[in-house]
């Protein structure tokens, strides 16, 4: 199977990849803890995601032993620092691992040219495989869909102000049967020099003024949760909606993510 490194593919070093593991992502683990050791009574959640790990095994063949050696020293240049790796099977979809581990197997001995194994271990701290290109869909009162992957995406969604001011905007996340999963309701005045950025993945508000960054964003959070768009809220990953409310004015915006796997 054809796999890429930093978006060059191996196989312009060796000879063939023979086989690539680590498909699916690590389960996700929930547990309770205690966070605050003098008040034993209260409980958080806590979330545990295993590294992925995905092993690759090349064929490499050389007519000479030196010419062999070769080849390993130019691979070994390739597996330097942060990676980027993508797979012929879904070139859309991308892992950022580091190399944690060389297996080199010399079949038949280390002065022969028979067929040299070599099984590359990648670690990706962020299991995530991500899609290269971000989707980005406008908002509104009406619903849009929103298609997700199959691992839960944070989005970024951008709040324009508006003439009159657009106040008291809330986004509304729906699953596929048209159920509300999330509200986030917002607080303030958005004038149509105003853009309100909604981080749902650091769960942070940033207000903008003209394009200059003010230091009340957060202020802006009034209640609710910031939208999250879980594939379990949808059919086979379709059919969950963001939507628009405000109390006063037209709520417009934009949603920004990357689809997950």
Same mark, same amino acid.
């Given at each position: 199977m054809p796999t890429y490194l930093n978006d060059r593919p191996i196989e312009d @070093? =060796? *000879?063939? @990849?023979l086989r690539v593991d680590g498909h699916i992502a690590p389960t996700v683990t929930v547990r309770t803890r205690v966070p605050v050791a003098n008040a034993p009574g209260l !409980?958080? =959640?806590? +979330?545990e995601v295993a590294p992925r790990t995905v092993q690759v095994v090349l064929d490499v063949r050389s007519t000479t032993p030196v010419a062999r050696a070769a080849t390993i020293d130019n691979l070994a240049r390739r597996l330097k620092g942060l990676l980027l790796l993508r797979t012929d099977d879904t070139p859309d979809r991308e892992l950022y691992c580091t190399c944690s581990g060389v297996e080199v197997s010399l079949y038949n001995g280390a002065y022969a040219l028979g067929t040299v194994s070599v099984e590359l &271990? !990648? &670690? $990706?701290v962020d299991p995530t495989r991500y899609e290269r290109d971000a989707i980005c869909f406008g908002l509104s009162t009406s619903r849009r869909e929103v298609p997700v992957g199959t691992v839960p995406s944070a989005p970024l969604i951008y709040l324009?102000?508006?003439s009159p001011t657009v106040t008291g905007v809330q986004i509304i996340t729906r699953n596929y049967t048209g159920d509300e999963v999330s509200r986030m309701t917002t607080l303030g005045s958005l004038a149509s020099t105003s853009a309100l950025v909604v981080d749902c993945a650091k769960q942070s508000c940033s207000l903008y003024t003209a394009? +200059?960054?003010?230091?009340?964003g957060n $202020? !802006? !959070? $009034?209640?609710?949760?910031?939208? +999250?768009? *879980?594939p379990e809220d949808s059919l086979d990953g379709a059919g969950i909606t963001l939507e628009l409310t405000s109390n006063a004015g037209t709520a417009t915006g934009l949603v920004l993510y990357r689809k997950g796997y």
């Open positions: @070093v =060796i *000879d063939a @990849v !409980f958080g =959640i806590g +979330v &271990t !990648f &670690t $990706a324009y102000g508006g394009g +200059v960054l003010q230091a009340n $202020a !802006f !959070f $009034a209640s609710g949760s910031f939208p +999250v768009l *879980d």
